[in-house]
């Protein structure tokens, strides 16, 4: 099962709003609303943002939101704060009946 | 608050073998499914290996399957990988997190992770 594609990078200023697309294929993304996202600051382990597509988990501020549309899903951060620079993974369950995750966004807050 | 705790990485030469272990704290073990996933230096997140509640069902990433061991003892709180046959590619760092979203008799998300243990294979 091949990693989702996610761009490597992407930046936004304080208070604005960034969006990290992460892209599969039919037979994960497309199928399933089994897609995760986990925010990894340098040094860290992963931390749950969203799970099954635009689920918050409790404690989570309601700046991160979730989405899909047909292959790809997205993250997207409004009124960005400098302590969300970190590394952004995608998940998503597969028809093999694994969980495969991207390979990673590095958010730079500028 | 949810803990996770691993230790037992380090360094191993290519064939050799490790026990990595993991501490569960601040919520009901034995109640949750759990898993290894794993980071290569710089890369992405790869999923290892997964176990139910008691034990019965245990999945593994076919890039591990025979060489990998995982287990559970819920009187400790202890979540265990015994990793033989180790490889180059198999240096990384070891997470081991709480498995949820449950579909398909496996996790789809994981919502509690630890801190890592760094397991490097080199002669």
């Known amino acids: 099962q091949s990693a989702l594609t996610q761009p490597p990078s992407v930046s936004g200023s304080p208070g604005q709003s960034v969006t990290i697309s992460c892209t599969g294929t039919?037979?994960?993304?497309?199928?399933?609303?089994?897609v995760s996202w986990y925010q990894q600051p340098p040094g860290t382990g992963p931390k749950l943002m969203i799970y099954?597509?635009?689920n918050r988990p409790s404690g989570v501020p309601d700046r991160f939101s979730g989405s899909k549309s047909g292959n790809t899903a997205s993250l997207t951060i409004s009124g960005l704060q400098a302590e969300d620079e970190a590394d952004y993974y995608c998940?998503?369950?597969?028809?093999?009946?694994?969980?495969?995750f991207g390979g990673g966004t590095k958010l730079t807050v500028l | 608050q949810v803990q996770l705790v691993e230790s037992g990485g380090g360094l191993v030469k290519p064939g050799g073998s490790l026990r990595l272990s993991c501490a569960a704290s601040?919520?009901?073990?034995?109640?949750?499914?759990m898993s290894w996933i794993r980071q290569a230096p710089g890369k992405g997140l790869e999923w290892v290996s997964y176990?139910?509640?008691?034990?019965?069902?245990?999945y593994y990433a076919d890039s591990v399957r025979g060489r990998f061991t995982i287990s559970r003892d819920n009187a400790k709180n202890s979540l265990s990988l015994h990793v033989n046959s180790l490889r180059a590619e198999d240096t990384a760092v070891y997470y081991c997190?709480?498995?949820?979203?449950?579909?398909?008799?496996?996790?789809?998300?994981?919502?509690?992770w630890g801190q890592g243990t760094l397991v490097t294979v080199s002669s």
């Open positions: 997190a709480r498995a949820r979203g449950i579909y398909g008799s496996v996790p789809t998300y994981f919502d509690y």
């Open positions: 601040g919520f009901t073990f034995s109640a949750y499914h």
């Open positions: 176990i139910t509640t008691s034990g019965s069902t245990i």
């Open positions: 039919n037979s994960d993304v497309g199928s399933y609303n089994r």
């Open positions: 099954e597509v635009g």
């Open positions: 998940s998503s369950y597969t028809s093999s009946s694994t969980t495969v």
